[in-house]
């Protein structure tokens, strides 16, 4: 069964740290993409990537980064985690030649 | 750029109750549209989609048209069940420029028995 994996299903954080949260996918996908989930708001896209070492900024990407070293990996990264960053994160990957996009379980992260 | 509204929820009907979960959208040239669900606890899967004019999505009893001359990929289904009730998102994905997922805020759908 193909999957998306996210390292963490919660997380706890302060404010300022610097947060990694990872995704993993097995299916050998060229796109990969960010989003965070918040009510109200539905999910807002952060970063994506075409390719290994390629990132595009999405809709919100202030105060967020990526790494994309891998194919099969894309890192978010809170610089400095501050509390209007809490909220449910989700990664997803997809076949460059189109075709369905696959959905990790999500992070859901907290900043104190 | 690209844009999704869907009605506000939560909706709450009763078991066996017509469902329409409305949703329109904004987008140059001719985008994709997508219904996701989301089950408590669960990630996001797809539901249905339709990538043309006219096209009707279906799957486990829903149904969505695209239906370009109103901007429009309602949801509907026919008789709702206790297990439908989840969060229903609707998303678009554009045929031009950033080829990424667009959604709209959600819908959550509760069925009571």
């Known amino acids: 069964d193909v999957k998306v994996t996210q390292s963490s299903r919660y997380l706890v954080k302060r404010t300022g740290e610097k947060v990694f949260l990872e995704c993993v996918q097995d299916?050998?996908?060229?796109?990969m993409f960010w989003y965070r989930q918040d009510p109200g708001l539905g999910l807002r896209l952060i970063y994506f990537?075409?390719?290994?070492?390629?990132?595009e900024k999405g809709d919100i990407p202030e105060g967020y980064s990526v790494s994309r070293e891998k194919k099969e990996r894309f890192s978010l990264i809170l610089e400095s985690a501050s509390t209007n960053q809490t909220s449910m994160y989700l990664c997803?990957?997809?076949?460059?030649?189109?075709?369905?996009?696959?959905f990790g379980s999500g992070t859901r992260l907290t900043v104190v | 750029g690209n844009s999704v509204t869907q009605m506000e929820g939560p909706v709450t009907l009763s078991e066996e109750a017509f469902l329409t979960i409305n949703c329109t959208y904004t987008a140059t040239g001719y985008p994709s549209l997508f219904w996701y669900v989301q089950y408590p606890g669960e990630g996001l899967q797809l539901l249905l989609k339709a990538t043309k004019a006219d096209d009707k999505g279906s799957n486990k009893g829903f149904e969505a048209t695209y239906r370009k001359e109103t901007t429009s990929f309602h949801l509907e289904k026919g008789s709702v069940q206790v297990s439908d009730s989840a969060v229903y998102f609707c998303a678009l994905e554009g045929n031009t420029g950033r080829r990424a997922l667009t959604f709209g805020s959600g819908t959550r759908l509760q069925v009571q028995p």
């Open positions: 990537s075409y390719d290994v070492k390629m990132k």
């Open positions: 997803a990957s997809r076949s460059g030649t189109g075709g369905g996009y696959t």
């Open positions: 299916m050998d996908h060229e796109n």
